[in-house]
């Protein structure tokens, strides 16, 4: 059952016995606010919804055409590998679309048809002199089909969550214990099991079609003029994400990206002014990417490695904007996104991230250390009505693992959490103060 999220449609992202974490029970239903001391395991939540959300989405059409594509290498090696010779080099080679459209044919295939498919083929290459043809072809499919698509799935979820968190799964403090991640949505799930870090049980009872970004750096910004001559394969995971839809445009037809645009430009209207005040130019590819303060003056023109980080901040989520890349009810993931901001920044920071929650029904995750940045979320929220749709979350450290504890209903536990170490330093002034009498 393939699902894309609806408006109103509640998460819950369940995680047990996970890396840091011994249980958390986290409502995803508009902006998720996580703030907890260090180490406690704040990341980690947002890291396991994006890897769920990427690992799956549209998890049974890439399975479909790993297979097709598998099986499409293997018959051309196969068959060209092994022809005469002394054919003409014009006959002797077809294109990999043809050996795909051979490989489409025989995995859709009953058993009863292989060999006339096989037979077509081989007339069709001008092989009816070679020997076994049909034989070698069934072989090639009979490994292809020998794996399953449940133990394909489960090798797609373990090398995604083994890359993402550096193959530490379960958990750091009872390693013998299954690690456990549901996700539900609208009472439907999917549920993952890890033991000795490898996936050992999944269930997927939807299909996912939303986007997930995982946002934690503003420098990743500096990787888009990077020589790639081997690939961005050297990235973690999640910025290879997020650089890809950095530097690249959504495709669509001139008739759909002219409705599209009309209806982002309507959404868009409130949120680029204010990202205007910080970004008001926009990124280009030239001869490399450049931040353009001015497209009739190029000597404005400044390579984006070379803005400040807090502007990168900005200029991250404009691009992604203006690209397409992002749609309604996608998932992002911001962690600590305060952290390069000045407070005044911080605030514009904070509004963005509530409009464009109210504008584009986002699910978004934010985790913080500060009391500032989350009290102008909060604020914000108020302001544009959105404040039924967030939840606050404290993360504490026990002898097993990082536990949450939804504050929603009673936010000054956070604030007293942050708040608590500045009351240090107003005891060490008037200690000092005191000396000083």
């Known amino acids: ?72 290498y293997n018959l051309r090696r196969e068959i060209e590998n092994n022809r005469s010779a002394g054919m003409n080099a014009r006959l002797r080679h077809y294109s990999m679309g043809f050996y795909h459209e051979l490989a489409d044919e025989l995995l859709i295939a009953d058993a009863g048809k292989l060999k006339e498919i096989c037979i077509e083929y081989q007339n069709r290459m001008n092989l009816s002199n070679e020997e076994n043809f049909a034989d070698r072809i069934k072989q090639y499919l009979e490994m292809n089909k020998k794996i399953s698509d449940k133990e394909f799935c489960k090798k797609i ?83 290879r994400n997020i650089l890809q839809k950095l530097m690249q445009k959504e495709e669509k037809s001139v008739e759909e990206k002219a409705f599209s645009d009309l209806l982002i430009d309507n959404k868009l209207q409130d949120i680029m002014k204010i990202i205007n005040r910080v970004a008001v130019g926009k990124v280009a590819k030239k001869q490399k990417y450049m931040y353009l303060l001015d497209e009739n003056d190029s000597s404005k023109d400044i390579d984006v490695a070379s803005l400040s980080t807090g ?5 991250i989520l404009k691009q992604l904007l203006l690209n397409g890349n992002v749609q309604d009810k996608d998932v992002i993931v911001l962690d600590e996104p305060e952290i390069h901001l000045h407070p005044e920044w911080q605030l514009l920071y904070a509004e963005i991230i509530v409009l464009l929650q109210r504008q584009f029904n986002f699910h978004i995750i934010v985790t913080t250390h500060s009391a500032h940045f989350l009290e102008a979320l909060e604020l914000y929220s108020r302001k544009y009505n959105i404040s039924d749709r967030c939840n606050y979350y404290m993360s504490t450290l026990k002898d097993n693992g990082a536990v949450f504890e939804n504050v929603s209903d009673n936010i000054s536990k956070i604030y007293k959490q942050m708040v608590d170490p500045t009351l240090l330093l107003s005891q060490l002034r ?8």
């Not at 508009?30 to 890897?51: E, F, P, Q, R, W």
């Not at 502007?311 to 200029?315: C, N, S, T």
């Open 311 to 315: 502007l990168k901040a900005f200029v």
């Open 157 to 239: 979820y373990t090398n995604y969550f083994k890359e993402v968190f550096h193959e530490d799964i379960n958990s750091l403090y009872q390693s013998e214990k299954p690690a456990e991640i549901k996700l539900t949505i609208k009472d439907k799930d999917i549920l993952l099991k890890f033991e000795q870090h490898e996936c050992s049980q999944e269930e997927r009872q939807i299909e996912l079609h939303n986007n997930s970004i995982y946002i934690d750096d503003p420098f990743i910004i500096d990787e888009m003029n990077n020589d790639f001559t081997f690939g961005i394969s050297e990235l973690p995971i999640h910025k």
């Open 430 to 437: 008037e200690e000092l103060e005191t000396e000083d009498d």
């Open 1 to 72: 059952m393939a699902i894309l999220l609806k408006r109103g449609a509640r998460m819950k992202l369940s995680i047990k016995n996970f890396a840091k974490i011994l249980e958390a029970d986290i409502d995803i239903d508009g902006i998720t606010i996580i703030a907890g001391n260090n180490n406690t395991g704040k990341s980690t939540v947002g890291k396991v919804l994006d890897s769920v959300f990427n690992a799956s989405r549209n998890i049974d059409e890439k399975m479909k055409n790993a297979r097709l594509d598998s099986l499409a």
